[in-house]
């Protein structure tokens, strides 16, 4: 046990130094892309509107008139303060949006993570345990059509069949008007928020409102756990602790759900955490169909403008959510996997 304790420590501490440079390379090559950018950002995001004066004066403000090394090290010292900047356009903090957006993002990708992985498991599940069978070949091709589709192609289809020619379900927005503008917000995840206020019918009308887009994100990411699962299925199935269970006439059903299934799981927890980035690089295009106020809906906003100091603090911050999900999934691998310590 000791041992145990002390290898997972020392693999945590090992991770956690890595994560440093990492990190570093991470910031610089998101503050030298930002600034290799053709023209003037000041000048290009506002539009011309503004005399030069007041151009260079904001430029002053935002230290954009220093040497590239003195703004690289403020850059550095300011994330290091959790401060990510301005916007040049609105003068929102980047912090205040990432506060005020972030939520509806966190919404949409937790619900969406919770469909790729019921949809992508079962599926990947069942054509696994029935392999070159009608089942098999249906799931493969079901995650290989869905995973190629793009998730704005896929939420257009959807908006058009389940909203304008069924009528079941909003297409757009968080909620109904007059939902939103009387909802008493906490957390800003209106789902949680409903709840606390006990206001079921507001439930009812955000949980339609999230159905869509979050289908769609989650059933286009599916696509990488239908194969995963269904390819360690297989694997797992063919294992020595397998055939000694059907040895000892336990029977099919509980060796594939209770041991082979288990099993194949493992690596399925690691493409989780790889996942969140394609659900955040998804929930930008997903956040635009369907005008839903995350964080990637706001990035784009922000891209038109050309407001490259509010594009670069929301990457900054998309990029440190990778990062983190990454180690926090890896030190649960370690801890379930022992062979990941050695």
Do not use: C
């Given at each position: 046990?000791?041992?145990?304790?002390?290898?997972?420590?020392?693999?945590?501490?090992?991770?956690?130094?890595?994560?440093?440079?990492?990190?570093?390379?991470?910031?610089?090559?998101?503050?030298?892309?930002?600034?290799?950018?053709?023209?003037?950002?000041?000048?290009?995001?506002?539009?011309?509107?503004?005399?030069?004066?007041?151009?260079?004066?904001?430029?002053?403000?935002?230290?954009?008139?220093?040497?590239?090394?003195?703004?690289?090290?403020?850059?550095?010292?300011?994330?290091a303060?959790?401060?990510?900047?301005?916007?040049?356009?609105?003068?929102?903090e980047?912090?205040?949006?990432?506060?005020?957006?972030?939520?509806?993002?966190?919404?949409?990708?937790?619900f969406?993570?919770?469909v790729?992985?019921?949809?992508?498991?079962?599926?990947?599940?069942?054509?696994?345990?029935?392999?070159?069978?009608?089942?098999?070949?249906?799931?493969?091709?079901?995650?290989?059509?869905?995973?190629?589709?793009?998730?704005?192609?896929?939420?257009?289809?959807?908006?058009?069949?389940?909203?304008?020619?069924?009528?079941?379900?909003?297409?757009?927005?968080?909620?109904?008007?007059?939902?939103?503008?009387?909802?008493?917000?906490?957390t800003?995840?209106?789902?949680?928020?409903?709840?606390?206020?006990?206001?079921?019918?507001?439930?009812?009308?955000?949980?339609?409102?999230?159905?869509?887009?979050?289908?769609?994100?989650?059933?286009?990411?599916?696509?990488?756990?239908?194969?995963?699962?269904?390819?360690?299925?297989?694997?797992?199935?063919?294992?020595?602790?397998?055939?000694?269970?059907?040895?000892?006439?336990?029977?099919?059903?509980?060796?594939?759900?209770?041991?082979?299934?288990?099993?194949?799981?493992?690596?399925?927890?690691?493409?989780?955490?790889?996942?969140?980035?394609?659900?955040?690089?998804?929930?930008?295009?997903?956040?635009?169909?369907?005008n839903?106020?995350?964080?990637?809906?706001?990035?784009?906003?922000?891209?038109?403008?050309?407001?490259?100091?509010?594009?670069?603090?929301?990457?900054?911050?998309?990029?440190?959510?990778?990062?983190?999900?990454?180690?926090?999934?890896?030190?649960?691998?370690?801890?379930i996997?022992?062979?990941?310590?050695?």
């Amino acid at each position: 046990m000791a041992a145990k304790g002390t290898s997972l420590r020392q693999y945590a501490l090992t991770r956690l130094a890595l994560v440093i440079p990492m990190v570093f390379i991470l910031l610089t090559l998101v503050f030298l892309l930002m600034r290799v950018a053709p023209g003037d950002p000041i000048s290009s995001a506002l539009g011309g509107r503004v005399p030069k004066e007041e151009v260079d004066k904001i430029k002053a403000d935002l230290g954009f008139d220093r040497p590239i090394y003195v703004q690289y090290g403020d850059y550095l010292a300011d994330i290091a303060r959790g401060d990510f900047g301005t916007a040049i356009t609105d003068r929102r903090e980047v912090r205040d949006i990432i506060k005020e957006n972030g939520a509806a993002t966190l919404e949409l990708t937790f619900f969406a993570m919770i469909v790729a992985i019921v949809v992508g498991v079962t599926f990947g599940l069942l054509a696994g345990r029935f392999r070159d069978t009608w089942i098999d070949g249906s799931g493969r091709m079901f995650g290989i059509i869905i995973y190629a589709t793009p998730v704005f192609f896929l939420g257009l289809m959807a908006q058009l069949f389940f909203g304008s020619y069924l009528g079941w379900l909003p297409t757009s927005d968080r909620a109904s008007p007059i939902v939103d503008a009387t909802l008493d917000t906490h957390t800003n995840i209106y789902t949680i928020d409903t709840l606390i206020n006990r206001d079921w019918d507001a439930f009812v009308d955000v949980s339609k409102h999230l159905i869509l887009p979050a289908v769609t994100l989650g059933l286009v990411t599916a696509g990488v756990y239908i194969r995963l699962v269904r390819v360690n299925v297989i694997r797992t199935m063919k294992d020595d602790y397998i055939e000694a269970a059907r040895a000892r006439g336990i029977d099919e059903r509980s060796v594939v759900y209770n041991h082979a299934f288990r099993n194949a799981l493992v690596p399925v927890i690691t493409v989780v955490g790889l996942t969140i980035a394609l659900l955040l690089s998804g929930a930008v295009l997903t956040e635009t169909t369907f005008n839903w106020p995350g964080i990637g809906h706001t990035l784009i906003l922000y891209l038109q403008n050309r407001d490259y100091t509010a594009v670069q603090g929301i990457i900054v911050v998309f990029a440190l959510v990778v990062v983190l999900a990454s180690l926090i999934i890896d030190f649960v691998n370690a801890y379930i996997d022992p062979r990941i310590r050695y």
